[in-house]
Nanobody
């Protein structure tokens, strides 16, 4: 079974930065993309970003363009989400997930993703 573990969340002031990590482990199989999603209390889960395995192409939600950067380290089976210029509205639980069948599109859709981590909390507050 594929497992994904997110880390790097925490409490940060507005304007600060965080780097989230997603480590894929267990019995891994081919996948087309890894996506980052987030869910704030009382709101729907939304796609934030994704990165393709084949060519490294990336997509971002409009709300995070210019502030979030997704990257990967294939040797470590890890995908990162660098978050800069954090805003209070970025507060959410952030999840990573694998897409084995569809690919990375703008915006990433949660319905296309198969395996999910348990999330890491990002809180932006003074």
């Amino acid at each position: 079974q594929v497992q994904l573990v997110e880390s790097g969340g925490g409490l940060v002031q507005p304007g600060g930065s965080l780097r989230l990590s997603c480590v894929v482990s267990g019995i891994t199989r081919d996948y087309l993309a890894i996506g980052w999603f987030r869910q704030a209390p009382g709101k729907e889960r939304e796609g934030v970003s994704c990165i393709s395995k084949s060519d490294g192409s990336t997509h971002y939600a409009d709300s995070v363009k210019g502030r979030f950067t997704i990257s990967r380290d294939n040797a470590k089976n890890t995908v990162y989400l660098q978050i800069d210029s954090l805003k209070p509205e970025d507060t959410a639980v952030y999840y990573c997930a694998t897409d084995r069948y569809y690919g990375c599109y703008d915006p990433p859709s949660e319905y296309e993703y198969d395996y999910w981590g348990r999330g890491t909390q990002v809180t932006v507050s003074t």
